[in-house]
C-alpha cells in the first residue's frame, strides 16, 4: 500500500486573559506562530492545534521543512515555544537543555499526536462546558418526573373510578330467583362433506375435484451469468492525520483497491417446470341424527319457594343445559345516594338469607356490589 502525505497549516487559539476587564484574547492564530498575532503575548502552555476544515496545504520548501522538523520545544527558562530547528532560545538565547527538559516536563508538552480518520479535532474546545451540560440533565430529570406524575394520577383515577369501593351497611329487601331448562329435539338432517362422521348414513356419493397438486413435466436448461468482484484500479483515501506539535499536520493518504462486479463466465442451470392436475374425491351426502333446541321453559318467582319449570318431553326429546340465578334485594339503612342494591349468589347462600338480615356491602361508584359480609 503506497503512502502519500500533505502538509497542511493547523490554528491555535488564543487564551490570555486582558486584565483590562475585555476577557480572553480568543484569537485564532496559524499554528506555526509562536506570538499571539493579537496580544502578543505567548504561545499558551499545552495548547491544543487544530485542523480547521478547508486548512491551506503548505507547498513552499521552507513551511515543509519546518513542519518536517519535529515538535516546538519550550524554553523553561521563559516559557518561550521555539522551533525545533535551533537549540537557543529565540527569546532569551539560552541553550536547549533536553534531559532537564524530560525530567521537568513528564507529559503534557508539545509533541506529535496521532489522530485516526475523521478524529482530527477541527475547532477549539474549551475545557469548561459542563454547566450547559447540567442544566439540560436536570431538565431531563424535571420532565421525566412530570410523566410519571401523570401515570400516577391516571392511575389512580381508573382505581377510584371502576376498582374502589366503599362498605355500606345494608338490610334484606327481598329475593328473585329464574329457572330455565332447554329441550332438545332429535332431528333426522341431511348434510353433505368429504366425509361420513360417526353416525351418519350414506345416501350417495359422486366424484368430485377436491383440490389441485404440482407434478413433474420436464426441465429446461437456461444459460445463467457469473459474477465476481474483480479489481479496476486503485483510489487514495485518507488514513489518518499526525499533530506535528508545531503547528502543522500531515495527512496521510493510502491506496486503497477499487472492485467492480464483472461477469467472468456463464453457468447452465436447470429449471424445473411443473404442471398442475386436478385431485378428485368422493363427495358424500349422508343423513345423521343431530339435537336441537326446539324450546326452554323458564321459572321465576319473588319468594324463596323455588322450582323448575314444568315440562313434558316427547319420545324424540331430551333434557339440555340446565340454568339458574339467584338474586338478593338489598336497601341500605344507612344514608347513602343508592336506595336499592342487588347482589348474584349461589343457591345454598341465598336460602340461608331472611329478610331484614343486616350485611355489610362493598360497593362500587357504579352501584355494583362487589361482596357481601355480615357485620362484625
Ligand atoms: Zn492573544
Ligand atoms: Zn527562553
Redesign the pocket.
Known sequence: MAKKTVFKEGKWRCTHIDLSGEGACNHENPGPALLCEKCNKHRPKNVQFYLPKGAKVVHDQASILDAKSGANWR??????D?KASSDI??????VRDTEYEKWINLGGELSTKKYAKGQTPTGYQPKTATSFQQKSKIGKYLKIGGIVLAAVLIIWFIYAQFFKTEALKVEVAGFTWEREVVIEEKQTVTEQGWDIPSGGRQKSRVKKQHGTKEVYDHSEWEEEPIYEDVQVGTQQVECGTIDKGNGYFETQYCDEPIYESQQTGTREVERKVYRTEPVYDYWYTYEIDRWNEVRSPESSGTTKNVSWPEYNLSYNERVGDESESYTVHLKPIVESKFSQLEYDLGFSEWNKMNLGDVYIARVRKSGTVVSLNKPD
Open positions: 524554553c523553561m527558562h521563559c516559557n518561550y521555539n532560545c529565540v527569546h532569551c538565547d539560552k
